[in-house]
């Protein structure tokens, strides 16, 4: 049997519902925003729509219906109260009309079988016989991550985006690698292409020290550009990135050059991004290699 779950993007309601439940069959994902028009499935494929429904995807269903077995949406909230929504955002409450709550009646008229995600919802909605689906984590085979990070502020914009090809390899080519920087908007539109980037707010320097002694991070990047304005740069990178129990990868640049000694403290690279790709990976594979070079920082913090 082969189900067809169609989801807007990645979310925790196909996550820790939908997904788990249909584990033992055979699943083809389709994101709810993309056009369905030219989407073919084998007879008696079986369709679910989580949270949310579309014109398109509405009327690729009439077109196709003769063909699919079972239908069925699921939620995980009161999407078909009006009334439930009243506190809620305007913003949000509009999407849940013109994405939920206005095609109830077609997915009746359609027999669509209901899940939801509790006993409140299969009350509230028995006149629908629906399913109740259990959470279940969907954190089972994930590998733990190794954040690697770069802390600059909006006055690296340029290192920010000589960064981006860097990140783009090193989490294609490892999924247990994880990406924080610090961003606006802007920042956030350029990653958001890929998966496990986390863009933070910038912050006041003092919630910024509490943050970097939280642990989690293993390997820091600082870049240094070649520009009018980099010639005045410290090497107080360093002490940040050691802060955050991580190891380095500097620009071979008089500025780090100073403090860091290749393979002793850290690494010094030259501009190259393959090379930095293929040493932010090479650290996060060889802890012992990376805790050396941590044991010799930190004592490089604590002497200075």
């Known amino acids: 049997m082969s189900w067809l779950v169609v989801q807007q993007g990645d979310n925790p309601s196909s996550d820790y519902f939908v997904k788990p439940a249909l584990a033992s069959e055979e699943l083809k994902v389709c994101d709810l925003l993309s056009p369905p028009e030219d989407l073919s499935v084998d007879t008696g494929t079986d369709l679910v729509f989580v949270r949310y429904l579309t014109p398109p995807w509405k009327r690729w269903v009439e077109q196709n219906y003769a063909s699919l077995g079972r239908l069925a949406f699921f939620m995980d909230d009161d999407l078909f109260d009006l009334s439930a929504h009243a506190k809620l955002p305007l913003r949000y409450r509009w999407k849940l009309y013109r994405l939920a709550w206005r095609h109830q009646q077609w997915l009746k008229r359609l027999n669509a079988e209901l899940w939801v995600s509790n006993h409140w919802l299969a009350e509230k909605y028995q006149h629908w016989q629906p399913r109740v689906m259990a959470p279940q984590s969907p954190y089972g085979g994930s590998p733990l991550q190794k954040t ?24 294609q080519r490892d999924p247990a690698f994880s990406f924080e920087l610090f961003g606006n908007t802007e920042i956030r539109k350029l990653f958001s292409h890929l998966p496990r980037v986390h863009v933070l707010q910038p912050m006041p320097w003092s919630a910024y020290k509490a943050l970097v002694g939280r642990p989690g991070r293993a390997i820091g990047l600082a870049p240094l550009l070649p520009s009018s304005f980099n010639l005045a740069r410290s090497a107080t990178k360093f002490f940040d990135i050691t802060q955050a129990g991580a190891v380095g990868i500097y620009a071979d640049h008089p500025v780090y050059q100073s403090i860091v000694q290749h393979e002793h403290n850290g690494l010094l690279l030259p501009l190259d991004q393959k090379t930095w790709a293929d040493a ?19 004592s490089y913090c604590a002497d200075s």
């Open 148 to 171: 690697f990070f770069y802390h600059g502020s909006a006055s690296h914009g340029q290192e920010i985006r000589w960064l981006l090809p860097v990140v783009e390899e090193v989490l």
């Open 280 to 298: 932010v990976l090479q650290l996060g594979h060889d802890e012992h290699y990376r805790l050396h070079m941590l044991d010799r920082a930190r």
